[in-house]
């Protein structure tokens, strides 16, 4: 229930992220951010926003521990458009996260994928990757690598 303890507090973060998705790029673009983290439910979940001050956006990250399932549930939402995006859901094994769910994009129905990885007491690593066949093929279109922040 305690997975994401790691990740409580601020965070600098720096971005990369897919210019087009689905076209067979390799052109990224890369943006700092910075994180908080915040506890609740004892460690059954968290609220994360997340501040991008070169594009002028936030994001926000609601995750919640599943009791009876045993697992994680975790939604988006941006600045942008205020909408909660459906969430990944999974678990963490060998001190890897991987969460998956339903999404769309441009109108299309995709698999949505989240990797949390590398976690070190100050350090870690989160991908998101999306596929439009169903779990088939994936493409990885955006990387956070997380650095605790200094207080």
Not at 9 to 20: D, E, F, H, K
Not at 31 to 59: V, Y
């Amino acid at each position: 229930m305690n997975d994401f303890d790691f990740f409580i507090g601020s965070w600098n973060v720096v971005n990369r992220r897919l210019a087009t998705l689905f076209a067979g790029s390799d052109d990224w673009n890369e943006f700092p951010g910075a994180s908080i983290c915040r506890s609740i439910f004892d460690g059954g979940g968290n609220t994360e926003e997340i501040i991008f001050p070169t594009l002028g956006s936030r994001g926000f990250t609601l995750r919640l521990f599943d009791v009876e399932r045993e697992q994680w549930s975790i939604y988006w939402a941006n600045s942008r458009s205020g909408v909660l995006f459906p969430p990944v859901v999974g678990t963490f094994v060998d001190g890897r996260g991987d969460f998956y769910g339903d999404d769309t994009h441009e109108g299309r129905p995709i698999r949505a994928h989240f990797i949390w990885s590398e976690i070190t007491p100050t350090s870690a690593r989160w991908e998101q990757e999306f596929s439009a066949d169903g779990g088939r093929t994936w493409e990885s279109n955006w990387i956070m690598e997380f650095t605790r922040a200094v207080t």
